[in-house]
């Protein structure tokens, strides 16, 4: 049967996208030139900050002794959880070796990347929990050289909490620098880094398209966009709560899509007069944002039962999904595309974007289809080796020396050949001594 929508959303312009690319082009060409003094000029030009790049030691002590205590305790407690958590993943990882056939002995190794660069978002919002993420998870991945950059605060310096928690996280060096010229900051090794192997962590739409336009000579988490919710619900969900969490994910920008995808039109009915109250109770620029949010992007669709309610979730790979119904063990071994998975009334995105552990760095915009989030697995490379001795190499290399004639690849052929021909050679004078 045809879904049912309440409420229907409509997409931002490509051409809007387009502009992003050939500002976000420009910048970094700039950039890549010019080094650091382009950069920092971008720096006074874009975000009105005229200290120094480079984060001082003294400046960090200063700032973590002025942090409440109470505070400094929440932090380390969230702290602890996305650490525990990473390191259970990292033990996931494993190096190991098999012996295929006698003598032809493969195995793999993880090794970690040098050098990390982890961008954390600011201005509108302070974002502790993504320093949090990206630089724990790094640090226990094993990478030496870990580069954080935030922009300044509406002009001032990084807040204190955000220094406080970048250097409980594990960074090296901290920046004063956002946008476009904070990622070609550690692209490009500025202000004292080296070159990052890879760039992690969320931003605004200019920050997700330097990193798509800087991937390949440098690795990056994902192709990320705005923060996406999808909420799944059947007749036993509160339909106040349901509302109050796809508001309390709007509220990230007017460009945040929420959805919400029920078998109950009653409930459907109940979430759409409910949200404008949910908004107006929101402070300023929240309340502003999410209301932008919902008007434009917001969608509601009822379903004819919970597998159509599945099969939407699966065809849209929603950053957050969360599912509040019955039968959650069901829900959780149907799903099969979102960046994570939030199972019953209690379990709100809030809790994962914030302190519960799991990464909250996700795939974004429908990547939740062929990608997870960011994991110490992202920081990772693993790579393989293998090594031949005598008894392995006469079927290996005939093998081996078929497969490439039969791909017209002679040369292949030949370096195959030739093992063989010399092990044969080193065998005979035994064979005739014998």
Same mark, same amino acid.
Do not use: W
């Given at each position: 049967m045809p879904l049912t929508y309440l409420k229907t959303a409509t997409p931002q312009p490509q051409e809007a996208l387009n502009d992003i690319a050939d500002t976000v082009q420009l910048m970094l060409g700039r950039i890549k030139a010019g080094g650091a003094q382009v950069a920092l000029e971008y720096a006074r030009q874009l975000d009105g900050w005229s200290g120094e790049i480079t984060v001082t030691r003294a400046e960090i002590d200063a700032a973590i002794a002025r942090v409440p205590q109470s505070l400094k305790d929440d932090i380390a407690w969230a702290h602890e959880n996305i650490r525990r958590f990473a390191e259970?993943?990292?033990?996931?990882?494993?190096?190991?070796?098999?012996?295929?056939? %006698?003598?032809l002995i493969a195995g793999q190794k993880q090794i970690p990347v040098a050098a990390a660069g982890c961008y954390v978002p600011g201005g509108r919002y302070t974002h502790i929990a993504s320093a949090l993420m990206s630089i724990t998870t790094a640090r226990v991945a094993g990478v030496e050289d870990v580069t954080a950059v935030s922009? %300044?605060?509406?002009?001032? %310096?990084i807040p204190d909490e955000m220094l406080y928690t970048m250097d409980l996280a594990g960074?090296?060096?901290? =920046?004063?620098?956002? !946008?476009v010229q904070g990622v070609a900051a550690m692209a490009f090794g500025l202000f004292g880094a080296p070159e990052a192997d890879i760039l992690v962590g969320p931003g605004n739409a200019y920050v997700a398209e330097a990193k798509?336009? =800087?991937? !390949?000579? @440098? !690795?990056?988490?994902?192709f990320a966009g705005p923060t996406d919710s999808l909420v799944l619900a059947d007749d036993s969900a509160d339909p106040e709560i349901v509302a109050i969490d796809l508001i309390g994910q709007a509220e990230h920008g @007017?460009? $945040? %899509?929420v959805w919400l995808a029920t078998t109950d039109t009653a409930l459907a009915e109940a979430v759409i007069k409910a949200v404008p109250g949910v908004i107006d109770s929101l402070p300023e620029p929240n309340q502003s944002a999410a209301r932008q949010a919902w008007h434009d992007l917001a969608e509601v669709v009822v379903c004819d039962n919970r597998e159509e309610m599945a099969q939407y979730s699966d065809a849209k790979g929603p950053e957050h999904l969360h599912v509040q119904a019955r039968n959650l063990d069901w829900w959780r071994?149907? =799903?099969? $595309?979102?960046? $994570?998975l939030f199972l019953g009334e209690e379990t709100t995105v809030t809790f994962g974007d914030k302190a519960s552990g799991p990464n909250h760095v996700l795939p974004t915009s429908g990547a939740a289809r062929y990608t997870g989030g960011l994991s110490v697995h992202k920081f990772l490379k693993t790579v393989t080796w293998q090594t031949v001795d005598a008894e392995a190499l006469p079927d290996l290399a005939r093998v081996s020396a078929v497969i490439s004639r039969a791909e017209r690849m002679e040369g292949h052929a030949r370096a195959a050949d030739?093992?063989?021909?010399? =092990? @044969?050679q080193a065998s005979a004078p035994k064979a005739a001594k014998a």
């Open positions: 259970a993943q990292r033990a996931t990882a494993q190096d190991m070796e098999i012996e295929l056939r %006698p003598g922009p %300044p605060c509406m002009g001032g %310096p960074a090296t060096r901290i =920046l004063c620098i956002g !946008g798509r336009q =800087l991937f !390949g000579p @440098v !690795g990056i988490d994902m @007017v460009n $945040s %899509p071994k149907r =799903l099969h $595309s979102y960046g $994570s030739i093992r063989l021909e010399k =092990l @044969v």
